[in-house]
């Protein structure tokens, strides 16, 4: 049973910085799970944003927040973050968290993903 629960979501003002975390509860290693963040605007699918591998060595961003967004991880904490700068109007949405068992990998489709957060809400004021 793997269970995922975010924090840190809130309102924040264009071109400022928010940092959103999920601490995960599992049996298994941490390593063993790879991390991914997804967000889901009202009335819009729900996209990739940012994953990282269960090594940490591989991470992948959506060609929307590379530059601005920062994937990491933090296995002493079973705790997954992701650092928003420079955030837009546009970054508004249901932020979540999901993990799938891979050590080497980590995938940008929803399906892949076998566990999810219950969602954290980031509201970037223009």
């Known amino acids: 049973q793997v269970q995922l629960v975010e924090s840190g979501g809130g309102l924040v003002e264009a071109g400022g910085s928010l940092q959103v975390s999920c601490v995960v509860s599992?049996?298994?290693?941490?390593?063993?799970?790879?991390m991914a963040w997804f967000r889901q605007a009202p009335g819009k699918d729900r996209e990739f944003v940012a994953s990282?591998?269960?090594?940490?060595?591989?991470?992948s961003y959506a060609d929307s927040v590379k530059g601005r967004f920062i994937v990491s991880r933090h296995d002493a904490w079973n705790t997954a973050s992701l650092e928003m700068n420079s955030l837009k109007p546009e970054d508004t949405a249901v932020y979540y968290c999901a993990a799938r068992p891979n050590y080497y990998s980590a995938s940008r489709r929803v399906v892949e993903y076998d566990y999810w957060g219950q969602g954290t809400q980031v509201t970037v004021s223009s």
């Open positions: 990282i591998s269960g090594s940490g060595a591989t991470k």
């Open positions: 599992t049996e298994q290693p941490f390593y063993n799970l790879a």
